[in-house]
Protein backbone atom coordinates (compact mmCIF):
# COMPACT_ATOMS: atom_id res chain seq x y z
CA UNK A 1 0.00 0.00 0.00
CA UNK A 2 1.25 3.52 -1.26
CA UNK A 3 -1.53 5.25 0.05
CA UNK A 4 -0.80 8.59 2.08
CA UNK A 5 -3.99 7.09 4.86
CA UNK A 6 -5.32 8.64 8.10
CA UNK A 7 -7.32 6.96 10.33
CA UNK A 8 -9.47 8.26 13.06
CA UNK A 9 -11.72 6.52 15.81
CA UNK A 10 -14.29 8.28 17.69
CA UNK A 11 -16.05 6.63 20.73
CA UNK A 12 -14.19 3.65 20.30
CA UNK A 13 -11.07 2.45 21.25
CA UNK A 14 -8.52 1.75 18.16
CA UNK A 15 -7.32 -1.15 17.44
CA UNK A 16 -4.20 -2.86 15.39
CA UNK A 17 -6.91 -5.22 14.17
CA UNK A 18 -9.37 -2.78 12.80
CA UNK A 19 -6.62 -0.89 11.22
CA UNK A 20 -5.03 -4.15 9.74
CA UNK A 21 -8.51 -4.23 8.13
CA UNK A 22 -8.95 -1.23 6.67
CA UNK A 23 -5.21 -0.63 5.16
CA UNK A 24 -6.10 -4.13 3.53
CA UNK A 25 -9.32 -2.49 2.06
CA UNK A 26 -7.24 0.86 0.85
CA UNK A 27 -4.80 -1.86 -1.03
CA UNK A 28 -7.70 -2.83 -2.96
CA UNK A 29 -9.07 0.42 -3.59
CA UNK A 30 -5.94 1.08 -5.53
CA UNK A 31 -6.13 -1.66 -7.60
CA UNK A 32 -8.94 1.00 -9.08
CA UNK A 33 -6.62 3.82 -9.07
CA UNK A 34 -3.32 4.12 -9.86
CA UNK A 35 -2.63 6.84 -7.49
CA UNK A 36 -4.52 7.92 -4.51
CA UNK A 37 -2.68 10.69 -3.34
CA UNK A 38 -4.87 10.54 0.14
CA UNK A 39 -7.17 8.47 1.93
CA UNK A 40 -8.65 9.31 5.52
CA UNK A 41 -11.34 6.70 7.34
CA UNK A 42 -13.49 7.79 10.38
CA UNK A 43 -14.76 5.31 12.20
CA UNK A 44 -16.97 5.96 14.51
CA UNK A 45 -19.92 4.47 17.62
CA UNK A 46 -22.53 6.45 18.12
CA UNK A 47 -24.11 6.05 21.92
CA UNK A 48 -26.34 3.31 21.44
CA UNK A 49 -30.07 4.07 21.10
CA UNK A 50 -32.87 1.63 23.31
CA UNK A 51 -31.97 -1.99 23.45
CA UNK A 52 -30.33 -1.54 20.68
CA UNK A 53 -26.66 -2.50 20.45
CA UNK A 54 -24.02 0.34 18.99
CA UNK A 55 -23.94 0.87 15.14
CA UNK A 56 -20.90 1.97 13.48
CA UNK A 57 -20.29 4.23 10.95
CA UNK A 58 -17.64 4.61 8.57
CA UNK A 59 -16.49 7.55 6.81
CA UNK A 60 -14.34 6.44 3.66
CA UNK A 61 -12.55 10.14 1.89
CA UNK A 62 -10.26 9.92 -1.32
CA UNK A 63 -8.20 12.27 -3.14
CA UNK A 64 -7.64 10.67 -6.64
CA UNK A 65 -5.76 13.02 -9.29
CA UNK A 66 -8.09 14.36 -12.17
CA UNK A 67 -11.45 13.19 -10.01
CA UNK A 68 -13.40 14.88 -7.50
CA UNK A 69 -12.97 14.37 -4.48
CA UNK A 70 -14.47 11.51 -3.11
CA UNK A 71 -16.38 11.02 0.27
CA UNK A 72 -18.42 8.08 0.88
CA UNK A 73 -20.32 7.83 4.58
CA UNK A 74 -21.89 4.68 5.12
CA UNK A 75 -24.44 5.16 7.88
CA UNK A 76 -26.22 1.66 8.94
CA UNK A 77 -29.59 2.78 9.02
CA UNK A 78 -31.12 0.03 10.78
CA UNK A 79 -28.78 -2.58 9.40
CA UNK A 80 -28.26 -4.63 12.44
CA UNK A 81 -25.20 -5.88 10.69
CA UNK A 82 -23.56 -2.80 11.49
CA UNK A 83 -23.21 -3.99 15.22
CA UNK A 84 -20.04 -5.23 14.05
CA UNK A 85 -17.49 -2.88 13.03
CA UNK A 86 -16.31 -5.26 10.16
CA UNK A 87 -19.29 -5.73 8.52
CA UNK A 88 -19.02 -1.55 8.55
CA UNK A 89 -15.96 -1.32 7.26
CA UNK A 90 -16.44 -3.98 4.54
CA UNK A 91 -19.48 -1.75 3.74
CA UNK A 92 -18.34 1.23 3.75
CA UNK A 93 -15.05 0.35 1.13
CA UNK A 94 -17.81 -1.71 -0.76
CA UNK A 95 -19.19 1.45 -1.73
CA UNK A 96 -16.00 3.65 -1.94
CA UNK A 97 -14.80 0.89 -4.70
CA UNK A 98 -17.81 1.23 -6.95
CA UNK A 99 -18.09 5.14 -6.61
CA UNK A 100 -13.96 5.12 -7.46
CA UNK A 101 -14.65 2.85 -10.13
CA UNK A 102 -17.40 5.17 -11.75
CA UNK A 103 -15.25 8.14 -11.47
CA UNK A 104 -12.11 6.58 -12.78
CA UNK A 105 -14.48 5.69 -15.65
CA UNK A 106 -15.74 8.54 -16.29
CA UNK A 107 -12.45 10.76 -15.93
CA UNK A 108 -10.76 8.44 -18.42
CA UNK A 109 -14.06 8.56 -20.87
CA UNK A 110 -14.74 5.02 -20.64
CA UNK A 111 -18.21 5.98 -19.75
CA UNK A 112 -20.47 5.18 -22.67
CA UNK A 113 -21.94 8.87 -24.19
CA UNK A 114 -25.62 8.02 -25.38
CA UNK A 115 -26.18 10.42 -28.24
CA UNK A 116 -29.63 11.82 -28.74
CA UNK A 117 -31.94 11.40 -31.26
CA UNK A 118 -31.74 14.05 -33.53
CA UNK A 119 -34.60 16.47 -32.71
CA UNK A 120 -36.52 19.57 -33.73
CA UNK A 121 -39.84 21.48 -34.04
CA UNK A 122 -43.12 20.75 -36.34
CA UNK A 123 -43.12 23.71 -38.63
CA UNK A 124 -45.60 22.43 -40.87
CA UNK A 125 -48.39 19.86 -40.10
CA UNK A 126 -51.58 18.98 -42.93
CA UNK A 127 -53.47 16.84 -40.58
CA UNK A 128 -55.91 16.08 -44.17
CA UNK A 129 -53.18 15.08 -46.31
CA UNK A 130 -51.33 12.64 -43.62
CA UNK A 131 -47.88 14.39 -43.98
CA UNK A 132 -45.75 17.62 -42.34
CA UNK A 133 -42.55 18.86 -41.65
CA UNK A 134 -40.35 19.01 -38.91
CA UNK A 135 -37.24 21.85 -39.42
CA UNK A 136 -34.14 20.09 -37.58
CA UNK A 137 -31.77 22.06 -34.86
CA UNK A 138 -29.75 22.24 -38.47
CA UNK A 139 -32.16 24.53 -39.87
CA UNK A 140 -33.36 21.72 -42.23
CA UNK A 141 -37.01 20.78 -42.75
CA UNK A 142 -37.53 16.83 -42.63
CA UNK A 143 -40.64 15.36 -44.33
CA UNK A 144 -42.71 13.29 -42.41
CA UNK A 145 -45.80 10.72 -43.22
CA UNK A 146 -48.64 10.55 -40.26
CA UNK A 147 -47.23 6.25 -40.28
CA UNK A 148 -43.62 7.59 -39.21
CA UNK A 149 -45.59 9.26 -35.89
CA UNK A 150 -45.64 7.08 -32.82
CA UNK A 151 -48.45 5.59 -31.09
CA UNK A 152 -52.05 8.33 -32.69
CA UNK A 153 -49.40 11.00 -31.68
CA UNK A 154 -49.90 12.60 -35.29
CA UNK A 155 -53.41 14.34 -34.58
CA UNK A 156 -51.65 15.85 -31.70
CA UNK A 157 -49.27 17.38 -33.25
CA UNK A 158 -49.02 21.29 -34.12
CA UNK A 159 -46.89 23.40 -35.53
CA UNK A 160 -43.82 24.43 -32.85
CA UNK A 161 -44.11 20.70 -30.81
CA UNK A 162 -40.85 19.41 -30.25
CA UNK A 163 -40.01 16.37 -31.77
CA UNK A 164 -37.38 13.70 -31.74
CA UNK A 165 -37.11 11.95 -34.87
CA UNK A 166 -35.10 9.35 -37.05
CA UNK A 167 -34.55 10.12 -40.71
CA UNK A 168 -33.89 7.37 -43.66
CA UNK A 169 -31.20 6.29 -45.64
CA UNK A 170 -32.75 7.17 -49.24
CA UNK A 171 -34.47 10.76 -49.93
CA UNK A 172 -38.11 10.86 -50.65
CA UNK A 173 -39.33 13.56 -53.38
CA UNK A 174 -39.66 15.92 -50.89
CA UNK A 175 -36.58 15.46 -49.60
CA UNK A 176 -35.18 14.11 -45.86
CA UNK A 177 -37.80 12.16 -44.74
CA UNK A 178 -38.35 10.88 -41.01
CA UNK A 179 -38.75 7.40 -40.62
CA UNK A 180 -39.75 8.16 -36.79
CA UNK A 181 -40.83 10.55 -35.01
CA UNK A 182 -41.78 11.20 -31.35
CA UNK A 183 -43.67 14.23 -29.95
CA UNK A 184 -41.37 15.07 -26.89
CA UNK A 185 -44.01 16.79 -24.50
CA UNK A 186 -42.84 18.09 -21.32
CA UNK A 187 -39.34 16.48 -21.42
CA UNK A 188 -36.34 18.66 -22.36
CA UNK A 189 -33.65 17.77 -24.63
CA UNK A 190 -30.17 18.92 -24.34
CA UNK A 191 -27.72 18.22 -27.07
Known amino acids: MTTPLE ?3 QGLDPSDAMEGAIRKKVAKL ?3 AERITSCRVVVSRPKARGHQG ?3 RVLVELDVPGTHEL ?3 HDPGIDHAHEDVYVAIRDAFAAAGRRLEDQVRRRDGAVKQHDLAPHGRISQVFHAKDHGFIRASTGEDIYFHRNAVTGDGFDALE ?3 EV ?3 VAE ?3 EHGPQATTVTAVGKHHLVG
Open 170 to 172: AES
Open 164 to 166: RYS
Open 54 to 56: HLY
Open 7 to 9: IRF
Open 71 to 73: VVG
Open 159 to 161: VGT
Open 30 to 32: ETF
